[in-house]
């Protein structure tokens, strides 16, 4: 055992097991312990990895009333998170707030995922008083590198300010814990180690990198479910944004010498689970292991008018409307049932391309795995 491990470290350890046995019999049982809630589609940001922002704002956005409705049905299933998410969250200011209060007194943890580009002195006070667990903050680059990706001149600068405002307004305080959120793409694989450096000396409590993944446009053919096709956020633009052989390589090397610089500071933490898993081949195709779908069992997905998605990125195929039913009547109803069977029958073509089941798909043994790794990385040998 880790020599610096105590009760702590023991306890959280016991904690992950006892969470990945009931993972495992939630997903036979289908069980919902998730939500990610899509407050609007709306977005400040134009990404290059990302095209949400395409879907605009549609009138029939779900009021605050409605949200928390929908948190009144579900908290006495057990959930266990709720991630409030967009589009950019912030847009919806008059739902957010009231609503992470409300999720709160349940006792439920809720994140929230933002480009940080709304984040005034106000608004960090806010989210800092308000009963947030975490706070996700999308940063692909320093200064222009950041601007290329998320296709706003000057978008970077009102990250840094946002930044700023959270940290100062925190103070001393130890929530929200603060997560810096990188996607890797061919757009910033030779720049995003900079990150690493802005998001340790601006305050911020961990860094996280990600692969950006896509949904090439022939597999989202090939995944029709009573003749509809799947229109998920994670599709090409223009061209590709996965990277090249040589670029993978450098990816990986990338991330090898962060993890040595983070070796050496304190109560940082750094986390690549899902490019730590990927060998040289699936970065540069793109393509994933199949393997059973958790994500499709556990995680309610719930877009800005009420749908219920069999998966946020199967967002067009609608498991019902929480405006005008139960949730009892549509978790597990016949439409549930038949996209589980066919993603469990390998149907679904766009499955193989998931980069979300490479972070929230992994069997249990290799969960445990990733947890021994993790667990190294922050406690040492």
């Not at 950006?212 to 956020?233: C, N, R, V």
């Amino acid at each position: 055992m880790p020599k610096r491990w105590g009760l702590a470290q023991i306890k959280s350890g016991w904690e992950t097991l006892s969470r990945l046995a009931k993972r495992e019999i939630n997903y036979y049982r289908t069980r919902p312990t998730n939500l990610v809630a899509f407050l609007t589609y709306g977005c400040t940001s134009h990404c290059r990895t990302c095209t949400i922002w395409n879907k605009g704002r549609l009138p029939g956005e779900l009021s605050l009333k409605e949200w928390k409705n929908l948190v009144d049905q579900i908290a006495p299933l057990n959930i266990v998170n709720v991630e409030l998410f967009g589009g950019e969250a912030l847009l919806r200011p008059e739902v957010l707030f009231d609503l992470i209060e409300h999720i709160s007194s349940y006792g439920i943890q809720k994140d929230v995922v933002t480009n940080c580009s709304l984040i005034d002195q106000a608004t960090a006070e806010k989210l800092v008083e308000s009963s947030l667990d975490k706070i996700y903050i999308s940063v692909d680059g320093v200064g222009a590198n950041h601007d290329r990706v998320r296709g706003v001149p000057g978008f970077f600068d009102k990250v840094k300010s946002g930044v700023e405002y959270l940290v100062k307004s925190r103070g001393s305080k130890k929530t929200p814990i603060l997560i810096c959120n990188c996607t890797i793409s061919k757009w910033n694989v030779h720049s995003f180690d900079e990150v690493f450096d802005f998001a340790y000396g601006s305050g911020f409590d961990e860094v996280h990198f990600e692969y950006a993944g896509e949904f090439p446009p022939g597999s989202l053919e090939k995944s029709k479910i009573d003749g509809l096709i799947p229109s998920p956020h994670y599709v090409w633009q223009d061209s590709s944004i996965l990277v090249s052989s040589e670029e993978a390589e450098i990816l990986k090397q990338k991330i090898k010498q962060i993890k040595e610089k983070a070796k050496k500071i304190d109560k940082f933490h750094v986390s690549a689970k899902n490019i730590d898993v990927l060998d040289i081949k699936s970065l540069k195709n793109g393509i994933f292991p199949h393997k059973r779908c958790y994500v499709c069992r556990y995680l309610i997905s719930i877009d800005p008018y009420g749908n219920v998605m069999g998966c946020p990125f199967f967002s067009n195929y609608f498991l019902g409307n929480i405006k005008t039913e139960k949730f009892s009547s549509i978790w597990n109803n016949a439409k549930h049932r038949k996209f589980i069977r066919m993603q469990a029958q390998g149907k679904l073509e766009m499955c193989r391309y998931c980069i979300i089941s490479v972070e929230r798909n992994p069997t249990f043994w290799e969960s445990i795995a990733k947890a021994y790794m993790s667990f190294r990385s922050r406690y040492g040998e």
